[in-house]
């Protein structure tokens, strides 16, 4: 059994399934999570992933997360369905190979800081110039262009520059960040959607042209935070924190029930409201003039805090949930993970779903990301260990042979 830090013998190439991208090469030379998403979900329905690593240090993924046994946990998911390849970049030879291996690619994704992969003889120009074809996928912190382009950039620093921490947390406490990487997240989702729709214009072009996509973390988190420039634009207001609150809708918040748990209750649609405060016992305050918007719910939601919250403080979370599901009103528990992993929908739907791996056996990750009918995704295999198919790849498929090889991993230009 090999390990992540211990590279097993070389092995065959694995089936790609029948996903909608199966015969699409993706070269993922990528680290820390934005690029390395794109290429797991590109990976996740059918394209061939070759997962580039340093020789020496690996991928700085390998060292996020939990690991059980000095094995990373994240890594077997951020990682599943590619194949792992050590190899230098800097070094000519380890960009000689990376040539030959773009030579035969679709996508190849990284995210090093503009002008690097230029210094490497790898720009634009020239991987284009050996695959015109190649969609090549740029994830930076600002962009390529620009008088922040060359600034280090980091899915926190996207956070609070794109108004999210801005708005998070409570109006008296400071603005707050996520605990987990929202938007690295975002901005891969949004990467490999950006890929799908370079692959289709490329298949109608009739030079089969590929392209460059200036993919930034800012962007996409802006998207998510909603329309506050527009309304700057327009009125001059700049949102303020509200904590759980909303400025377009009220009840919507969290609220404690009586063991112990927490509910939160959303009313954006106005008959939902309307079932909500009826369900708690007050019809009466639906009849009132300012019930009849989400604005005017909204300012006064101190009010309709007070009447849901003390009705669900006097009750379990499962009898809340009951009775709100009964009368059609909408809430839902605040879940940990183990709550995720014990919610009969959860299980039942698959969204999270368990697959055999090489270290753990039976590991229990996320699905892929959504459901297709005719050619749905699948998780083929994990994260695999360091170098794991150096081997394959450029012996096998490169025709890289023995002796070379072996005086490349003296050098350490490969793993």
Known sequence: MTTSAQAGPAREAPDPGQGPLRGIRVIDASTILAGPLCAQLLGDFGADVIKIEHPVAGDGMRGHGESKNGIPLWWKEI????????????????????????????????????????????????????????????????????????????????????????????????????????????????????????????????????????MNLIEPIMAAVGPSPTVYDQLGVVAQRHGNRSTNNSPRNTYRTSDGHWVAVSTSAQRIAERVLELVGHPEVVREEWFATGGGRAAHADLLDGLVGGWIAERTREKVIAEFTEAGAAVAPVYDARDLVEDPHIRATEMLTTVEDEDFGPLLMHNVMWRMSGTPGAIRFTGRAHGADTEHVLTGELGVGPEELAALRERKVVS
């Open 79 to 214: 990682s599943r369905n590619k194949r792992t390849v050590g190899l230098s970049l800097s070094d000519p030879d380890g960009a000689a190979l990376f040539r030959r291996l773009v030579a035969d690619a679709d996508v190849v994704v990284e995210n090093f800081r503009p002008g690097t992969l230029e210094r490497w003889g790898l720009g634009p120009e020239v991987l284009h110039g050996i695959n015109p074809g190649l969609v090549l996928v740029r994830v930076t912190g600002f962009g390529q262009t620009g008088p922040y382009a060359s600034r280090a950039g980091f899915g926190t620093l996207a956070e609070a520059m794109s108004g999210f921490a801005h708005l998070t947390g409570e109006p008296d406490g400071p603005p707050t960040l996520p605990a987990f990487g929202l938007a690295d997240t975002i901005c891969g989702i949004a990467a490999s959607s950006a890929v799908t729709m370079a692959l289709y214009h490329r298949e109608r072009d009739p030079d089969h042209r590929g392209q460059v996509i200036d």
